[in-house]
């Protein structure tokens, strides 16, 4: 017969000098002879910063009286196992919510990645060499968030953002969304994913997730909507103009990328860039401007605008 984990312990019986000594078998969730301990998860997966219960149950046979009940971490052969609640580390975070009848769950608190370990339950008896570790344990993980989003979208479009765990939780979770630090609280779901149909451009910000009931939040990703320009115009400084003046024409903008702004005369292109400025003006210069915004996503013209020269 093959077991997945096998551990022997050796009980010495004081009685008479030739009886043979009295090997105890314990098997993962099986009692042998009365003894054993069950986990009700043999892995679990945590968020940071969560509070972590670990059940289990003991069992032994009658005659015997529990001493002392305790959770350690990677016992090693032949030497004797440290009792968590003894830990500095650990005595004002693991809690023992079980008793020495049968019950031997535990509650860790504010978990952290150095808290990733194998836990194992252990009990001694009244008989100074009967003591009993229940193997295989627990082994915890302790994961973070993590928003995954394109760093881009276009406007109208659709996207997806997904909060990623490292493992998969134990606990149902319910995700929070927040955009710039405000709850989305019409995105409560227990889907880790956050599906925005039909883009606007309100929709730009920084995203991050979080589990309802959690305080931990995960670090904040940005999501860019580009869209083409919609509102072009051109203003004129200063606004009365006299023969022999310097004079600015300014275009404004609103695209996603910023855009590319050409200079028309008439129908003549005259220059680039969002200021296109004239010295020593004339009545020569006597004539309607516009100017013209174009990315990647589309163009635009302003509304022509007539310089007058005085």
């Not at 968020?47 to 219960?53: A, Y």
């Not at 008989?127 to 627990?138: C, F, M, R, T």
């Not at 509102?231 to 009365?240: D, G, Q």
């Not at 004079?247 to 005369?265: G, Q, R």
Request: proline share 5%.
């Amino acid at each position: 017969m093959s077991f997945n984990t096998i551990y022997l312990m050796l009980m010495s019986v004081r009685m008479a000098p030739r009886l043979p000594l009295i090997f105890l078998l314990m098997i993962h969730g099986v009692s042998s002879a009365g003894w054993g301990v069950s986990y009700r998860h043999s892995h679990i997966c945590a968020l940071k910063n969560s509070s972590v219960i670990m059940s289990c149950t003991y069992t032994y046979p009658t005659g015997y009286k529990i001493k002392k009940v305790f959770w350690t971490t990677n016992p090693v052969k032949g030497k004797e196992s440290p009792d968590l609640s003894e830990d500095p580390e650990y005595r004002q975070r693991l809690q023992y919510l079980g008793d020495k009848q049968q019950n031997c769950t535990i509650r860790l608190s504010h978990v952290t990645q150095k808290d990733e370990h194998k836990y194992y339950f252990r009990f001694t008896t009244d008989k100074a060499d009967v003591k009993w570790i229940g193997d295989p344990g627990v082994t915890l993980t302790v994961t973070d968030l993590q928003v995954e989003a394109p760093e881009r979208v276009t406007e109208g479009h659709n996207v997806s953002l997904t909060c990623k765990s490292s493992c998969t939780l134990t606990d149902r979770a319910t995700f929070i969304w927040y955009r710039n630090s405000q709850p989305l609280t019409e995105r409560r779901d227990r889907n880790n994913q956050l599906l925005l149909q039909s883009v606007r451009r309100e929709d730009a910000g920084r995203y991050s997730c979080a589990l309802h009931g959690h305080s931990y939040i995960s670090p904040a990703a940005h999501l860019s909507v580009t869209y083409p320009p919609s509102s072009v115009s051109v203003s004129i400084s200063p606004s009365v103009i006299v023969e022999g003046d310097s004079v600015t024409l300014s275009c404004s903008s609103d695209p996603n990328p910023p855009a590319e702004i050409s200079w028309f005369k008439g129908g003549t292109f005259v220059g680039s860039g969002r200021m296109y400025s004239i010295s020593k003006i004339s009545s020569d210069h006597s004539e309607e401007y516009k100017c013209k915004s174009i990315n990647e996503h589309g163009e635009k013209y302003s509304d022509a605008v007539t310089l007058n020269v005085m």
